[in-house]
């Protein structure tokens, strides 16, 4: 944790009335303290706590079996041992403390930041201090991009646009040739393009068949996967990032057809789902451009609205869009008010997804783009996986 960092936390810590953060970690169950921290990846088997207040240095309780790992932190570091050590040396860490944030969500709304167990909430609340999320805190600090994530992000969109025009068109090569293919031989080209790339991912893409497609989260293995034939609606689903540790994912979905002319039932709901997509973007750039707040839940309403409006609300089975950071599901504000209802608002540095979809028993159809808020005005709201998909695309 750096000066730097210090300043920004504390400086956010002013603005929302906030004494101090209470970053809390135990075996890696809080991914956001260790990031802050600067301890992601490090080894730590027991109870640590660092108190970051709005003024005055960070103050660290760690066990004495571990200081190897706080030799190099900003502030001031005391020890435990013991249980009843650390009920001391808690209560002394918190001293003249009345409101901290933690990672933790008011009735579990948002999960991603329900990171702090409930024993340690009644732990902490009854030495009488406040408690409240640092849901907001937590977005300010860990999910803006800097200049260099910003860029790096466009630069990785680019490429995940590339490896996606090469596996529709292997498809359709492989197809014209009268191959054999499966979905699964299709995503291991994908992979293999990341490689080429100097990309890496967390999960394999997805890439699906008919009725596969209508399952958001369906990803064939070598041993669970279908063939791809002349006919069939495909829909591709791939993410990335470079591989330097700071480094932001971007995400794209795609639709085609395995055939020369489209069948109208594949672009009647897709020309919904491309609309709704369209919209959100339209949405966000408006209130954008006067200034005016925009919570993750109205993105959301303003697609699911126009979905249901047409006929296919219950077809729309997940939330709108998700935060993307250095994770692909990040800390930031969700386009969420179906899973979720995320009234945090959007803000500058951020980068989301806008993903929109139809779910039908035969076929799904899904199109996403990546946002990146670059900064204030209209033009400030940016489509970093642009071009963006305004037709399903015949292969052949």
Known sequence: MTDMKITEIQRELAALGLDAWLLYDFRGINPIAQNVAGLAGAHITRRWFCLIPKHGEPRWLVHRIETSNFTNVQGQVALYAGWEELNAAIQTLLAGIKTVAMEYSPNAEIPY?????????EWIR?????????????????ARLSE???????????????????????????LRDGKTITEYDVQQE?????????????????????????????????TDTQKIQAGDFILIDLWAKQKEPDAVFADTTWVAYAGETVPSQ???????????????????????????????????DCVRGYITEKGYGQFFI??????????IHGNGVNLDNLET???????????????????????????????????PGRDG????????QNQVLPLL
């Open 148 to 174: 260099a994530q910003a860029a790096g992000h466009q630069a990785s969109a680019h490429l995940v646009l590339q490896a996606k025009d090469y596996a529709l068109a292997w498809i359709g090569s492989q």
């Open 126 to 142: 009854s030495f009488g201090i406040e408690v409240q999320t640092s849901a907001e805190l937590a977005q300010r600090v860990e």
């Open 266 to 300: 594949y672009v009647e709901i897709f020309d919904i789902v491309k609309e709704a997509r369209d919209r959100a973007i339209r949405f966000i750039r408006e209130k954008w451009a006067v200034d005016e707040p925009i919570h993750g839940y109205e993105v959301d």
């Open 190 to 222: 994908i992979l293999g393009q990341f490689d080429a790339m100097d990309l890496v991912t967390d999960h394999p893409p997805i890439v699906a068949v008919n009725a596969k497609s209508s399952d958001p989260h369906y990803a064939p293995t070598a």
């Open 381 to 388: 709201v940016k489509v970093t996986t642009a071009p963006v």
């Open 341 to 375: 209802r995320d009234a945090r608002a959007l803000i500058s540095g951020v980068c989301f997804s806008i993903e929109p979809g139809i779910y039908l028993t035969d076929f799904g159809v899904r199109t996403e783009v990546d946002v990146f808020l670059a900064g």
């Open 318 to 327: 997940h939330r709108t869009g998700h935060n993307i950071g250095t994770v």
């Open 113 to 121: 930041i329900s990171r702090v167990d409930a024993g340690t909430l």
